[in-house]
Nanobody, 124 residues
Framework: QVQLVESGGGLVQAGGSLRLSCVDS????????VGWFRQGPGKEREFVSA????????RSADSVKGRFTISRDNAKNTVYLQMSSLKPEDTAIYYC?????????????????WGQGTQVTVSS
């Protein structure tokens, strides 16, 4: 059974950093794409970044390029989202998601499994 568990959220001042983790405790990622999405108050869920497990290919939203970095640890079945230079507009619940296949989808509808989310709050 696929189970994605996020951690690492919290409260941080603008300009600060956080690292989110996503662990698949049910199965290995092996041939899938893992993505990070976020949903701010009153907003739709939006794509942040994703990584193709097989070769490490990544893709990120323009709003986070140069500030957020996605990576993976094969041995730990974990995907990380390193967030730096955080802004108040980054405040949201951050979700980890997984989809089968090699294509990196930018829409939440393209992902099959979701974690419970972790809150990130950036104060000004």
């Amino acid at each position: 059974q696929v189970q994605l568990v996020e951690s690492g959220g919290g409260l941080v001042q603008a300009g600060g950093s956080l690292r989110l983790s996503c662990v698949d405790s049910g199965r290995t990622f092996s041939t899938y794409v893992v993505g990070w999405f976020r949903q701010g108050p009153g907003k739709e869920r939006e794509f942040v970044s994703a990584i193709r497990w097989s070769d490490g290919t990544t893709r990120s939203a323009d709003s986070v390029k140069g500030r957020f970095t996605i990576s993976r640890d094969n041995a730990k079945n974990t995907v990380y989202l390193q967030m730096s230079s955080l802004k108040p507009e980054d405040t949201a619940i951050y979700y980890c998601a997984r989809r089968g296949g090699a294509g990196i989808a930018l829409s939440a509808a393209g992902y099959d499994y979701w974690g419970q989310g972790t809150q990130v709050t950036v104060s000004s």
